[in-house]
Protein backbone atom coordinates (compact mmCIF):
# COMPACT_ATOMS: atom_id res chain seq x y z
CA UNK A 1 0.00 0.00 0.00
CA UNK A 2 1.71 3.31 -1.03
CA UNK A 3 2.37 5.79 1.99
CA UNK A 4 1.47 9.81 1.14
CA UNK A 5 2.94 12.25 3.31
CA UNK A 6 0.66 15.35 3.97
CA UNK A 7 -0.17 18.38 4.96
CA UNK A 8 -3.88 19.63 6.28
CA UNK A 9 -5.42 22.14 8.42
CA UNK A 10 -7.74 21.15 11.48
CA UNK A 11 -11.13 22.27 12.75
CA UNK A 12 -9.41 25.19 14.05
CA UNK A 13 -7.66 26.24 10.83
CA UNK A 14 -3.98 25.40 12.26
CA UNK A 15 -1.65 23.29 10.00
CA UNK A 16 -0.66 19.85 10.87
CA UNK A 17 1.83 17.54 8.92
CA UNK A 18 1.18 13.75 8.92
CA UNK A 19 2.08 10.10 6.75
CA UNK A 20 -0.99 7.77 5.68
CA UNK A 21 -1.17 4.45 3.94
CA UNK A 22 -4.36 4.45 1.66
CA UNK A 23 -4.72 2.70 -2.21
CA UNK A 24 -4.81 5.62 -4.10
CA UNK A 25 -4.82 9.67 -3.75
CA UNK A 26 -8.66 9.71 -3.28
CA UNK A 27 -8.48 7.79 -0.54
CA UNK A 28 -6.16 9.29 1.30
CA UNK A 29 -8.06 12.60 0.71
CA UNK A 30 -10.97 10.87 2.15
CA UNK A 31 -8.96 9.36 5.03
CA UNK A 32 -7.86 12.71 6.58
CA UNK A 33 -10.89 14.22 5.48
CA UNK A 34 -13.14 11.08 7.69
CA UNK A 35 -10.27 12.38 10.61
CA UNK A 36 -11.13 15.91 10.89
CA UNK A 37 -9.20 17.58 8.97
CA UNK A 38 -9.14 19.75 5.28
CA UNK A 39 -6.53 18.45 3.24
CA UNK A 40 -3.85 20.84 1.20
CA UNK A 41 -1.29 19.05 0.15
CA UNK A 42 -0.69 15.29 -0.47
CA UNK A 43 2.62 13.39 -1.81
CA UNK A 44 3.50 9.92 -2.18
CA UNK A 45 6.06 9.71 -0.43
CA UNK A 46 8.21 6.62 -2.54
CA UNK A 47 6.59 4.68 -5.90
CA UNK A 48 4.98 2.11 -5.77
CA UNK A 49 7.21 -0.03 -7.72
CA UNK A 50 10.83 1.46 -6.18
CA UNK A 51 13.63 -0.52 -6.25
CA UNK A 52 15.78 -1.43 -2.81
CA UNK A 53 18.32 1.22 -3.67
CA UNK A 54 15.91 4.01 -5.06
CA UNK A 55 13.82 3.40 -1.70
CA UNK A 56 16.42 3.92 0.59
CA UNK A 57 18.26 6.56 -0.99
CA UNK A 58 15.28 8.84 -1.70
CA UNK A 59 14.35 8.11 2.59
CA UNK A 60 17.46 9.71 3.84
CA UNK A 61 18.21 11.93 1.24
CA UNK A 62 14.99 13.93 1.58
CA UNK A 63 13.38 15.12 4.63
CA UNK A 64 14.66 14.96 8.15
CA UNK A 65 18.07 13.29 8.62
CA UNK A 66 17.84 9.91 10.68
CA UNK A 67 19.97 9.43 13.63
CA UNK A 68 21.43 6.41 15.39
CA UNK A 69 20.01 6.89 18.91
CA UNK A 70 16.42 7.07 16.90
CA UNK A 71 17.15 3.95 15.52
CA UNK A 72 18.01 2.23 18.57
CA UNK A 73 15.04 3.77 20.47
CA UNK A 74 12.57 2.17 18.05
CA UNK A 75 13.95 -1.09 18.28
CA UNK A 76 13.75 -1.17 21.98
CA UNK A 77 10.25 -0.09 21.82
CA UNK A 78 9.96 -2.70 19.06
CA UNK A 79 11.24 -5.05 21.69
CA UNK A 80 9.00 -4.08 24.10
CA UNK A 81 5.89 -4.36 22.45
CA UNK A 82 6.61 -7.58 20.77
CA UNK A 83 7.27 -8.99 24.31
CA UNK A 84 4.10 -7.24 25.68
CA UNK A 85 2.18 -10.03 22.68
CA UNK A 86 1.46 -7.33 19.92
CA UNK A 87 1.59 -8.66 16.64
CA UNK A 88 4.46 -7.15 14.55
CA UNK A 89 2.29 -5.15 12.15
CA UNK A 90 0.55 -3.36 15.43
CA UNK A 91 3.79 -2.72 16.85
CA UNK A 92 4.94 -1.01 13.61
CA UNK A 93 1.91 0.82 14.08
CA UNK A 94 2.36 1.87 17.01
CA UNK A 95 5.82 2.94 16.10
CA UNK A 96 5.07 4.98 13.20
CA UNK A 97 2.82 7.37 16.11
CA UNK A 98 5.29 7.42 18.59
CA UNK A 99 8.25 8.28 16.20
CA UNK A 100 8.68 12.16 15.72
CA UNK A 101 10.90 12.31 12.91
CA UNK A 102 9.27 12.73 9.99
CA UNK A 103 11.39 10.71 7.31
CA UNK A 104 11.44 7.88 9.96
CA UNK A 105 7.78 7.73 10.02
CA UNK A 106 7.78 7.36 6.32
CA UNK A 107 10.59 4.58 6.62
CA UNK A 108 8.82 2.87 9.43
CA UNK A 109 5.40 2.66 7.19
CA UNK A 110 7.27 1.03 4.24
CA UNK A 111 8.55 -1.87 6.46
CA UNK A 112 5.21 -2.47 7.51
CA UNK A 113 3.95 -2.28 4.13
CA UNK A 114 6.27 -4.79 3.22
CA UNK A 115 5.45 -7.07 5.95
CA UNK A 116 1.80 -6.65 5.61
CA UNK A 117 2.28 -7.58 1.75
CA UNK A 118 3.71 -11.41 3.12
CA UNK A 119 7.73 -10.38 3.85
CA UNK A 120 9.45 -11.14 6.61
CA UNK A 121 10.98 -8.32 8.64
CA UNK A 122 14.13 -9.15 7.25
CA UNK A 123 13.05 -8.13 4.11
CA UNK A 124 11.40 -5.51 4.72
CA UNK A 125 14.89 -3.92 6.72
CA UNK A 126 16.60 -4.99 4.06
CA UNK A 127 15.00 -2.55 1.55
CA UNK A 128 16.82 0.20 3.63
CA UNK A 129 20.36 -0.71 3.90
CA UNK A 130 21.77 2.43 4.37
CA UNK A 131 19.60 2.75 7.41
CA UNK A 132 19.72 -0.42 8.76
CA UNK A 133 23.50 -2.61 8.74
CA UNK A 134 24.28 -5.79 7.65
CA UNK A 135 24.63 -6.41 11.89
CA UNK A 136 21.23 -5.49 12.20
CA UNK A 137 19.96 -7.68 9.23
CA UNK A 138 21.44 -10.51 10.19
CA UNK A 139 20.71 -10.61 13.42
CA UNK A 140 16.93 -9.55 12.95
CA UNK A 141 17.32 -12.96 10.56
CA UNK A 142 18.56 -15.18 13.48
CA UNK A 143 15.79 -13.81 15.95
CA UNK A 144 12.91 -14.67 13.30
CA UNK A 145 14.00 -18.29 12.71
CA UNK A 146 14.49 -18.63 16.48
CA UNK A 147 11.27 -17.17 17.50
CA UNK A 148 13.40 -14.56 19.74
CA UNK A 149 12.83 -11.56 18.02
CA UNK A 150 12.35 -9.71 20.66
CA UNK A 151 15.06 -10.85 22.66
CA UNK A 152 17.10 -10.12 19.86
CA UNK A 153 16.03 -6.86 18.94
CA UNK A 154 16.90 -5.94 22.79
CA UNK A 155 20.22 -7.31 22.64
CA UNK A 156 20.19 -4.89 19.31
CA UNK A 157 19.54 -1.66 21.31
CA UNK A 158 21.73 -2.39 23.58
CA UNK A 159 24.50 -3.20 21.26
CA UNK A 160 23.68 -0.19 19.22
CA UNK A 161 23.55 1.82 22.72
CA UNK A 162 26.90 0.53 23.80
CA UNK A 163 28.58 1.73 20.31
CA UNK A 164 26.77 4.87 20.38
CA UNK A 165 28.11 5.63 24.30
CA UNK A 166 32.07 4.62 23.22
CA UNK A 167 31.55 6.85 20.32
CA UNK A 168 30.62 9.68 21.99
CA UNK A 169 32.98 9.48 24.83
CA UNK A 170 35.74 9.61 22.56
CA UNK A 171 34.83 12.74 20.90
CA UNK A 172 33.92 14.06 23.78
CA UNK A 173 37.86 13.50 24.73
CA UNK A 174 39.11 15.13 21.13
CA UNK A 175 36.41 18.33 21.12
CA UNK A 176 38.48 20.25 23.31
CA UNK A 177 42.33 19.49 21.47
CA UNK A 178 40.97 20.17 18.22
CA UNK A 179 39.48 23.38 19.79
CA UNK A 180 42.53 24.36 20.82
CA UNK A 181 44.44 23.87 18.04
CA UNK A 182 41.99 25.78 15.73
CA UNK A 183 42.09 28.74 17.50
CA UNK A 184 45.43 28.88 18.17
CA UNK A 185 46.08 28.41 14.32
CA UNK A 186 44.31 31.17 13.99
CA UNK A 187 45.29 33.43 16.31
CA UNK A 188 49.39 32.85 14.84
CA UNK A 189 47.65 33.44 11.26
CA UNK A 190 46.09 37.08 12.21
CA UNK A 191 48.92 37.68 14.12
CA UNK A 192 51.61 37.10 11.32
CA UNK A 193 49.16 38.15 8.75
CA UNK A 194 48.06 41.62 10.26
CA UNK A 195 49.89 42.91 13.31
CA UNK A 196 53.20 42.02 12.44
CA UNK A 197 53.83 43.75 8.75
CA UNK A 198 52.53 46.80 10.49
CA UNK A 199 55.46 46.34 12.39
CA UNK A 200 58.25 45.21 10.48
CA UNK A 201 57.56 47.88 8.39
CA UNK A 202 60.08 50.44 10.09
CA UNK A 203 62.81 48.08 10.29
CA UNK A 204 62.44 48.16 5.86
CA UNK A 205 62.21 51.82 6.01
CA UNK A 206 64.95 52.02 8.01
CA UNK A 207 67.78 50.52 5.32
CA UNK A 208 68.84 48.85 8.17
CA UNK A 209 70.48 45.04 7.68
CA UNK A 210 68.18 42.89 9.14
CA UNK A 211 68.75 39.78 11.20
CA UNK A 212 68.49 36.43 9.12
CA UNK A 213 65.16 35.41 11.71
CA UNK A 214 63.51 38.89 10.78
CA UNK A 215 64.01 38.46 7.07
CA UNK A 216 61.81 35.16 6.80
CA UNK A 217 59.38 36.66 9.40
CA UNK A 218 58.85 39.30 6.82
CA UNK A 219 58.96 37.08 4.39
CA UNK A 220 56.66 34.85 6.09
CA UNK A 221 54.00 37.73 6.49
CA UNK A 222 54.13 38.25 3.24
CA UNK A 223 53.40 35.25 1.60
CA UNK A 224 50.41 35.03 4.07
CA UNK A 225 49.17 38.54 3.32
CA UNK A 226 49.05 38.10 -0.82
CA UNK A 227 49.11 33.97 -1.26
CA UNK A 228 47.24 32.23 1.63
CA UNK A 229 45.18 31.23 -1.59
CA UNK A 230 48.04 28.66 -1.90
CA UNK A 231 47.59 26.97 1.33
CA UNK A 232 44.10 26.32 0.78
CA UNK A 233 44.74 25.36 -2.40
CA UNK A 234 47.64 23.13 -1.22
CA UNK A 235 46.16 21.55 1.06
CA UNK A 236 42.28 20.93 -0.65
CA UNK A 237 45.00 19.16 -3.62
CA UNK A 238 46.44 17.18 -0.37
CA UNK A 239 42.94 16.35 0.65
CA UNK A 240 41.31 15.12 -2.56
CA UNK A 241 44.41 13.06 -3.37
CA UNK A 242 44.51 11.54 0.11
CA UNK A 243 40.63 10.58 -0.90
CA UNK A 244 41.66 9.13 -4.28
CA UNK A 245 44.58 7.32 -2.72
CA UNK A 246 42.12 5.68 -0.48
CA UNK A 247 39.86 4.14 -2.51
CA UNK A 248 42.46 2.27 -4.80
CA UNK A 249 43.04 -0.92 -3.54
CA UNK A 250 46.98 0.00 -2.72
CA UNK A 251 46.67 3.09 -1.05
CA UNK A 252 43.78 1.68 0.99
CA UNK A 253 45.99 -1.46 2.02
CA UNK A 254 49.20 0.76 2.74
CA UNK A 255 46.90 3.29 5.30
CA UNK A 256 45.57 0.26 6.75
CA UNK A 257 49.09 -1.12 7.21
CA UNK A 258 50.30 2.32 8.81
CA UNK A 259 47.01 2.92 11.32
CA UNK A 260 48.43 -0.88 12.10
CA UNK A 261 52.12 0.13 12.67
CA UNK A 262 52.71 3.57 13.57
CA UNK A 263 54.26 3.57 17.08
CA UNK A 264 51.44 6.21 18.57
CA UNK A 265 48.59 4.63 16.56
CA UNK A 266 49.22 0.93 16.60
CA UNK A 267 47.94 0.11 20.20
CA UNK A 268 45.42 1.83 19.98
CA UNK A 269 44.20 0.85 16.91
CA UNK A 270 44.92 -2.57 17.60
CA UNK A 271 42.81 -2.28 21.13
CA UNK A 272 39.89 -0.11 19.35
CA UNK A 273 39.63 -2.97 16.35
CA UNK A 274 39.41 -6.06 19.45
CA UNK A 275 36.85 -4.17 21.36
CA UNK A 276 34.69 -3.67 17.83
CA UNK A 277 35.48 -7.34 16.93
CA UNK A 278 34.50 -8.70 20.60
CA UNK A 279 31.50 -6.80 20.86
CA UNK A 280 29.87 -7.40 17.29
CA UNK A 281 31.17 -11.34 17.12
CA UNK A 282 29.33 -11.84 20.63
CA UNK A 283 26.43 -9.87 19.91
CA UNK A 284 25.67 -11.83 16.51
CA UNK A 285 26.20 -15.65 18.34
CA UNK A 286 23.98 -14.43 21.26
CA UNK A 287 21.28 -13.93 18.39
CA UNK A 288 21.17 -17.00 16.91
CA UNK A 289 23.91 -15.90 13.71
CA UNK A 290 26.60 -19.30 12.96
CA UNK A 291 30.23 -18.48 13.81
CA UNK A 292 31.40 -18.34 9.66
CA UNK A 293 28.76 -15.75 9.10
CA UNK A 294 28.97 -14.05 11.99
CA UNK A 295 32.56 -13.76 10.93
CA UNK A 296 32.13 -12.34 7.68
CA UNK A 297 30.07 -9.46 8.63
CA UNK A 298 32.21 -8.54 11.18
CA UNK A 299 35.16 -8.23 8.68
CA UNK A 300 33.09 -5.70 6.85
CA UNK A 301 32.79 -3.39 10.18
CA UNK A 302 36.37 -3.35 11.48
CA UNK A 303 37.43 -1.06 8.24
CA UNK A 304 40.72 -2.64 7.77
CA UNK A 305 41.48 -4.49 4.98
CA UNK A 306 44.47 -6.42 6.81
CA UNK A 307 41.68 -7.96 9.66
CA UNK A 308 39.49 -8.47 7.25
CA UNK A 309 41.69 -10.82 5.14
CA UNK A 310 42.70 -12.63 8.69
CA UNK A 311 38.86 -13.40 9.50
CA UNK A 312 38.81 -14.75 5.63
CA UNK A 313 41.07 -17.10 5.88
CA UNK A 314 39.71 -17.69 9.77
CA UNK A 315 36.27 -18.54 8.01
CA UNK A 316 38.10 -21.05 5.68
CA UNK A 317 40.11 -22.83 8.23
CA UNK A 318 37.11 -23.05 10.50
CA UNK A 319 35.57 -24.83 7.72
CA UNK A 320 38.39 -27.55 7.95
CA UNK A 321 37.54 -27.70 11.56
CA UNK A 322 39.84 -26.03 13.29
CA UNK A 323 38.65 -23.30 16.24
CA UNK A 324 38.89 -20.09 15.96
CA UNK A 325 41.53 -19.55 18.79
CA UNK A 326 43.88 -22.01 16.95
CA UNK A 327 43.26 -20.11 13.84
CA UNK A 328 44.26 -16.35 15.53
CA UNK A 329 46.99 -17.73 17.71
CA UNK A 330 50.54 -16.29 16.82
CA UNK A 331 48.58 -13.42 14.16
CA UNK A 332 50.21 -10.01 15.74
CA UNK A 333 47.20 -8.24 15.06
CA UNK A 334 45.02 -9.59 17.81
CA UNK A 335 46.25 -9.77 21.04
CA UNK A 336 47.02 -12.89 23.10
CA UNK A 337 44.60 -11.15 26.06
CA UNK A 338 42.08 -12.03 23.42
CA UNK A 339 42.80 -15.13 21.86
CA UNK A 340 43.15 -16.79 25.27
CA UNK A 341 39.66 -15.36 26.01
CA UNK A 342 38.37 -16.92 22.78
CA UNK A 343 40.08 -20.21 23.85
CA UNK A 344 38.45 -20.62 27.01
CA UNK A 345 35.10 -19.46 25.72
CA UNK A 346 35.75 -22.34 23.32
CA UNK A 347 36.27 -24.79 26.02
CA UNK A 348 33.74 -23.97 28.31
CA UNK A 349 30.95 -23.49 25.75
CA UNK A 350 30.59 -19.63 26.91
CA UNK A 351 32.43 -17.69 24.00
CA UNK A 352 30.02 -14.99 23.54
CA UNK A 353 30.34 -14.03 26.98
CA UNK A 354 34.35 -14.50 27.06
CA UNK A 355 33.86 -12.07 23.60
CA UNK A 356 31.83 -9.24 25.90
CA UNK A 357 34.43 -9.82 28.66
CA UNK A 358 37.39 -9.52 26.43
CA UNK A 359 35.10 -6.13 24.65
CA UNK A 360 34.44 -4.37 27.98
CA UNK A 361 38.35 -4.60 28.87
CA UNK A 362 39.43 -3.39 25.61
CA UNK A 363 36.85 -0.39 25.40
CA UNK A 364 37.70 0.85 28.77
CA UNK A 365 41.69 0.29 27.82
CA UNK A 366 40.97 2.70 24.40
CA UNK A 367 39.07 5.51 26.28
CA UNK A 368 41.91 5.52 28.92
CA UNK A 369 44.80 5.94 26.03
CA UNK A 370 42.77 8.35 24.32
CA UNK A 371 42.29 10.40 27.49
CA UNK A 372 46.28 10.02 27.94
CA UNK A 373 46.73 11.05 24.62
CA UNK A 374 44.36 14.02 24.94
CA UNK A 375 45.98 15.42 27.98
CA UNK A 376 49.15 15.56 26.78
CA UNK A 377 48.09 17.39 23.65
CA UNK A 378 47.28 20.59 25.08
CA UNK A 379 50.85 21.16 26.76
CA UNK A 380 52.58 20.52 23.60
CA UNK A 381 49.93 22.70 22.07
CA UNK A 382 50.73 25.24 24.89
CA UNK A 383 54.36 24.96 24.28
CA UNK A 384 54.07 24.93 20.65
CA UNK A 385 52.26 28.00 20.31
CA UNK A 386 54.83 29.24 23.06
CA UNK A 387 57.52 28.79 21.24
CA UNK A 388 55.94 30.30 18.02
CA UNK A 389 55.15 33.52 19.74
CA UNK A 390 58.57 33.70 21.00
CA UNK A 391 60.23 33.48 17.81
CA UNK A 392 57.98 35.98 16.88
CA UNK A 393 58.55 38.36 19.57
CA UNK A 394 62.86 37.72 18.88
CA UNK A 395 62.30 38.79 15.42
CA UNK A 396 60.50 41.69 16.45
CA UNK A 397 62.91 42.78 19.43
CA UNK A 398 66.54 42.23 17.57
CA UNK A 399 66.38 44.46 15.28
CA UNK A 400 65.11 46.89 17.90
CA UNK A 401 68.68 46.34 20.20
CA UNK A 402 70.48 46.78 17.33
CA UNK A 403 69.37 50.25 16.53
CA UNK A 404 69.21 51.14 20.11
CA UNK A 405 73.05 49.83 20.00
CA UNK A 406 73.65 52.30 16.86
CA UNK A 407 71.89 54.88 18.04
CA UNK A 408 74.14 54.84 21.69
Not at 144 to 172: C, H, M, P, Y
Not at 261 to 271: A, E, F, G, Q, S
Not at 315 to 338: A, V, Y
Not at 362 to 387: C, D, F
Amino acid sequence: MPVYEYTALDPGGKKRRGIIEADSLASARQKIRQGGGYPVDISETVPKGRSRKTGSLFSLQFGPRVRQREIHLITRQLATLLEAGIPLVQALNGLIEQTGNRTLKTIIAQIKDSVNEGNTLTAALSEHPRLFSRIYVNMVRAGEASGSLDVVLERLAEFGENQQALKSRITAALIYPIFMAVIGTGVLFMLITFIVPGITKVFENSQQALPMITILLIRVSSFLQHSWWLILLLLAGVFFLLRFSLRRPGGRRLWDRMKLTLPLLRDLNIKLASARFGRTLASLLQAGVPLVTALQIVKNILNNVLLAEVLERACEELEKGKSLSGILRGNRWFPPMLVQMIGVGEQSGALEKMLSRAADSYEKEVEARIIALTSLIEPVMIIGMGVAVAIIVISILLPIFEMNQLIR
